[in-house]
């Protein structure tokens, strides 16, 4: 009698294939920002809207997925690219950006994965791909993480009950392990357990010291070698964290005997660790990175090695230790930042320098004898990043001395830590004139000498100089004009780079004539 009365259409704008089509080809293809934004938006339309099947609601999800991968892609290779030279309001605007997008991402494809639950009309054809929808919704919130490290954090602890409630639902119902092509194409094998242990393993490796560049490395190598990583319900050899899949709480060493509980699982790199720690030696020897290596790009091989053993020192079983005992410290340090700042200051040729704008003061935490843990508001020091090169002066303190970020960690109370290297606890500004330029084509370049060779730069045979970044050049030598005398300088070794600064080691050859 009633069987002529039809469930209503749903309103969504992609219910039906023909006008999903239509709709999508009406998406801003031009504007990425807003091509990613229209995609966050109908992500979380869907799982809202009314009288879609199960099915269907995959179909939506995947399409929008699909569309959105080339936008996300690009952003993502600008951002990592640019590193620290984005402006901060473009810097902001492409963090937001994706960061929405993997939100709806992740929240649609676990919705996405309720629908296969038994009860649910129309689950049994959607039952099948539950492998690949977890997956999938883990990869999402992994990549959310991903993008919280690049910013040094603080990450949404939800974020972890959510992947411990997808794997403990992948666990429930025997798919965790299944095998599934997690996406269309080559490299795409992978199950529900390994894209967990993918974001546990990138969690726990200390990315609050990477630059952007080396974590975009870091992450592609955790999955190039999460095929050796291991997670099971008791402790053992290659399994030295834990996670409670119930818990909205990070993943943590064992430090001590954790009291068993079922939703507690241990893990770690398993073999994963031996073929990092291999992967570096192989490296330190020949100077290539092996071909069979997939890091979806190409690196440089000193970059590489830098990454490859960082990962092995945090993921050993026997943690890291510190070089210097830090000490509990009441103090506060002055600092400026960028080259010309630092170089004026640490010469006492400070009068360009406006002290109210360019010198911040800094609550120390602790220190050490090469370094300082110092607590900042969040609001202040927007041009804040690890590499960041840094004059620093203790409040009670004569000298100006050298420093670099090498740790910057934000919480969710708005305040960031900051873990500072002293390089030099003085210096004096130099002049460098490049060998084999023409007399007098030269005004010579500002450098600065740092003091553990300044006593006696000849008789020590090495000094190292803190250059304008792109100054040095292992083919280029230099005369330096320091202390009333002249010095011919060898290039040895471009210690370290910045966004502003080479640090570098020279022989000194002989004193010039």
Known sequence: MLGFIKKARSDHPMAEEKAAKEFLAELPAHDTYKMLEELAFWLDATRTADGLRPQRIYEIIDQLDQVGKPHQRKLSQEYIAAGVRLQKFHEQRIWHTVVEFWRQLGAAYEFCLAQTLPGVPGSGALKPLAPTIAARAVRALALELKWALLRYGPVDPTLWGRMGALYAQAEAGGFAIK??????????????????????????????SLLPRKLELAERMVAQFADGFVLQREPAKGC???????????????????????????????????????????????????????????YEPGLVLEVAR?????????????????????????????????????????????????????????????????????????????????????????????????????????????????????????????VGAKDGSSQGDDAVLLPSSAADSSSTGELNLLMRMGSFSPRQSFQMRAYEREYLLVPKALVEGGQDFDMAKFRVLQRAA
């Open 179 to 208: 095998g599934c092509a997690v996406y269309p194409g080559p490299y795409s094998d992978s199950s529900v357990q390994r894209e967990y242990l993918k974001a546990l393993m990138l969690a726990i490796s200390s990315t609050d």
């Open 240 to 298: 030295h964290y834990y996670v409670d899949l119930l818990a909205a709480k990070p993943p943590t060493r064992m430090v001590a005997k954790v009291t068993p509980a079922p939703p507690v699982r241990y893990f770690g790199p398993g073999a994963a660790f031996e073929r990092v720690d291999g992967l570096g030696d192989t490296i330190a020897e020949r100077n290539i990175v092996p071909s069979d290596m997939n890091l979806g790009g190409s």
């Open 310 to 434: 960082h990962l092995a020192r945090y993921w050993a079983s026997v943690p890291p230790t510190r070089r210097e005992e830090r000490r509990r410290s009441v103090a506060r340090i002055h600092v400026v930042h960028n080259f010309d700042d630092v170089l004026d200051i640490i010469s006492g040729e400070s009068k360009s320098l406006d002290f109210q704008q360019n010198i911040e003061t800094w609550a120390v935490q602790n220190e050490s004898d090469h370094g300082f843990g110092a607590l900042i508001p969040d609001s202040a020091s927007d041009w804040l990043r690890v590499g960041t090169l840094l004059g620093i002066k203790r409040e009670d303190g004569n000298a100006w001395g050298v420093g670099i970020v090498r740790r910057l960690t934000n919480d969710a109370s708005q305040q960031r830590y900051v873990g500072i290297q002293t390089l030099a606890k003085g210096g004096a500004r130099v002049k460098l004139f490049p």
